[in-house]
Every structure is written in structure tokens, then in C-alpha cells.
């Protein structure tokens, strides 16, 4: 069962969580047991502080009896763990159907160590799902002409239970972009950087170790 594998490979990165360490928290069905774990040992004793990457982050690290702070107080983080969506043999990702990337991206430049957490469904030989884009929502036409330049197929995302977009917890919009196989995911990276209205894309090239949770255990892959 995946969640099985999720929460395997959670649990395997609350294991490098030491006593006063400032901790980001990312955002994610996967993090959901990162919390519930790092709950746990906070209740036995563990001494951290958590830093959130969304309102859901937020909520639940509360509930679960994280102590929270802000990268305002605490900007050099010591550990972050997040979720991704595709992982590539060379650590890159995507990330960002929760639309909590930018955060998320800022989370994992604060730290000194960036720890994602996957089950094996997420791994693949080439990065190809749609790369997602908070954008700006003034330059939403500006932005959908520039992708288009660059090959790719933008599509706004559309809210479930809200009419309209979506709007993210920074109050902007998500446009997901179908660029087909990314061949070289950091040439994409600098060239979505550059377009003038995009907040923040989902791919991220970054990280330094990704757990992952297999049926038959969980394997850590660390940059090399
Ligand atoms: C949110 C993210 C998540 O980390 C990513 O979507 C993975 O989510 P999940 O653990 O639920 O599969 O990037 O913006």
C-alpha cells in the first residue's frame, strides 16, 4: 500500500531530527506522517523547533504538538523534509500539486540539509509531469505566451470545491505546464526563473538525499 511506503520513508527522515534542531516542515500527504512521527517524539522529550510551508502544514504541526517558529526568527534552518511529486535519478524534482512550492522552495534553500521524502511511485528515469507555476495573477497572459515559447502547454488550475482558480495560501494562481520529458531539468529551471510574473516553478534541483519507501524497505539515494 502506498501510504505504507510514505509513511516508511517519513519515518525514516524523522530519524535524522537531533535535539535542537530548527526543522522546515513541508507540505503533503507524505509530511502528514513526518509530522505525526516528529509529534510523537517531540511528546517523549525531543527538543526542536518546526518552521511550516503552508496553512495545512501549520494546522497540523499545532495539533501534533510541534513547537513552531517563523524563518523570520530562525532563517538558518538545520533540516528540511518535504514531499515531491517525480524524482529523477539525479535528485531532481517536481513539486507543487499541493500549490505550496514557492514556500516550499524557500524552506529548502533556509536549510543546511534538504531531505525529500517519497514512496517508489514518485521515481522515474526523466522528469514529465506538468511543472507547476505560481504566477502572478496580473501577468497570467504574460506568462502563458512565455511557456508557450519554451514548448510548453499551460493550463490554469482549476479549484475542487471553490469556483475558479486556485489560490494559493500567498494568494496567487497555479498554471501547470505540460513540457513533456525534461530532458535537462536545470536549463528549465533558470529559463522559468527568468520569466517575469512567475513566482515560483516546481522543479527543484536541490535536494540532498531523497528517502524513498519501497515495498521491501526504504532506500536513501544522497547526492553524489
Ligand atoms: C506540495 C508538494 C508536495 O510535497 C508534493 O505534491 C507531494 O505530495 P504528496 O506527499 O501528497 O504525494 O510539493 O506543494
Known amino acids: 500500500m502506498v501510504n ?3 509513511e516508511a520513508a517519513g519515518k525514516s527522515a524523522v530519524e535524522l531530527v537531533q535535539d535542537g534542531m530548527v526543522v522546515g516542515l513541508g507540505t503533503g500527504s507524505t509530511i502528514t506522517y513526518v509530522i505525526k512521527h516528529l509529534g510523537e517524539k517531540v511528546k517523549d522529550g525531543l527538543d526542536i523547533l518546526g518552521i511550516p510551508t503552508s496553512h495545512q502544514t501549520e494546522l497540523l504541526a499545532l495539533q501534533a504538538g510541534i513547537p513552531l517558529t517563523t524563518l523570520w526568527e530562525h532563517p538558518a534552518v538545520d533540516l528540511a523534509i518535504d514531499g515531491a511529486d517525480q524524482v529523477d535519478p539525479m535528485l531532481n524534482c517536481i513539486k507543487g500539486q499541493g500549490a505550496a512550492h514557492t514556500r516550499e522552495k524557500i524552506m529548502a534553500y533556509s536549510a543546511n540539509r534538504f531531505v525529500v521524502v517519497v514512496d517508489e511511485s514518485k521515481m522515474v528515469n526523466v522528469l514529465s509531469c506538468p511543472v507547476p507555476l505560481e504566477v502572478l495573477p496580473y501577468a497570467l497572459r504574460l506568462v502563458e ?62 535536494a540532498d538525499e531523497v528517502h524513498i519507501g519501497r515495498k521491501s524497505g526504504v532506500e536513501v539515494l544522497k547526492k553524489s
Not at 497555479?174 to 512567475?198: A, Q
Open 145 to 206: 505566451r512565455q511557456v508557450t515559447k519554451l514548448g510548453g502547454v499551460p493550463k490554469l488550475r482549476e479549484a475542487r470545491k471553490k469556483d475558479g482558480p486556485v489560490i494559493t495560501d500567498n494568494g496567487n494562481f497555479v498554471l501547470d505546464v505540460d513540457f513533456g520529458e525534461i530532458i535537462d531539468p536545470k536549463k528549465l529551471d533558470e529559463r522559468l526563473s527568468n520569466i517575469i510574473g512567475v513566482i515560483e516553478h516546481g522543479i527543484f534541483t536541490n
Open 4 to 6: 505504507r511506503e510514505k
